[in-house]
């Protein structure tokens, strides 16, 4: 069964500071990828999705996401950080066969002014 | 092109009674999905519904259940409701799947769910 960890529950940046939000995977295959954000009381927005190929992705809102396999990771990059990213911030894994998408348990950013 | 939507956005029921949460996935998307996020637990995954078949469940009781219309929208009905079904669900949606691929997700605002 696959999973995915992240490791920061709280990260705190000040705004222009560059942010890495880290994400870890278990799962036996290649995995489908992906990196969402939820403002409070809102649905999650796709940022960016990791299939094959390049291993640098890039996303929208200027995020960037890097898949090593050798480290079984998938962390989320941006490198000037503005106020409106404070966000709860979740990696996701998904499968070829089984529809669903197992999710980390998030990243809460604040961004300091 | 809209996104995916959901109804109502919230709802308040008692202990004991039924909840029916509805959603419409996007245009062309034939793939929906149903994820629970309550408080300190994060997104569990709850069903999946593909061309009007339930693909996959989560490990969740029978009293959550639901179904797919031809349309591709889809209903998630909870009955008995209990104190720790408060949370706000989520429904996602798809291309349709085929197999070996798996496609992006695309989520709507949730309804949110109170039991009294």
């Known amino acids: 069964a696959q999973s995915v960890t992240q490791p920061d529950i709280h990260i705190t940046v000040s705004e222009g500071a560059s942010l890495e939000l880290r994400c870890n995977y278990s799962y036996g295959a290649t995995p489908y990828l992906f990196w969402y954000v939820q403002s409070p009381g809102q649905g999650l927005q796709l940022l960016l999705k990791y299939f094959s190929g390049d291993t640098l992705v890039q996303g929208i809102k200027g995020f960037e996401a890097e898949f090593k396999r050798s480290q079984s990771s998938f962390n989320l990059r941006k490198p000037s950080v503005h106020w409106s990213d404070a966000a709860e911030y979740f990696c996701?894994?998904?499968?070829?066969?089984?529809?669903?998408?197992?999710f980390g348990d998030g990243t809460t950013l604040t961004v300091k002014p | 092109e809209a996104g995916v939507t959901q109804s109502p956005t919230h709802l308040i029921k008692t202990r004991g009674q039924q909840a029916t949460l509805r959603c419409s996935p996007i245009?062309?998307?034939?793939?929906v999905y149903w994820y629970q996020q309550a408080l300190g637990l994060g997104l569990q995954f709850l069903l999946w519904y593909d061309e009007g078949e339930e693909r996959n469940r989560g490990n969740f009781p029978p009293r959550f259940s639901g179904r797919q219309f031809p349309n591709y929208s889809s209903e998630l009905n909870v009955n008995a409701l209990e104190l720790e079904d408060s949370a706000l669900y989520l429904c996602?949606?798809?291309?349709?799947?085929?197999?070996?691929?798996?496609?992006?997700?695309?989520f709507g605002p949730g309804t949110r769910l109170t039991v009294t």
């Open positions: 996701a894994v998904g499968t070829s066969n089984a529809g669903k998408s197992t």
């Open positions: 996602a949606s798809s291309l349709r799947y085929r197999g070996g691929k798996n496609y992006e997700q695309y």
């Open positions: 245009s062309g998307h034939t793939s």
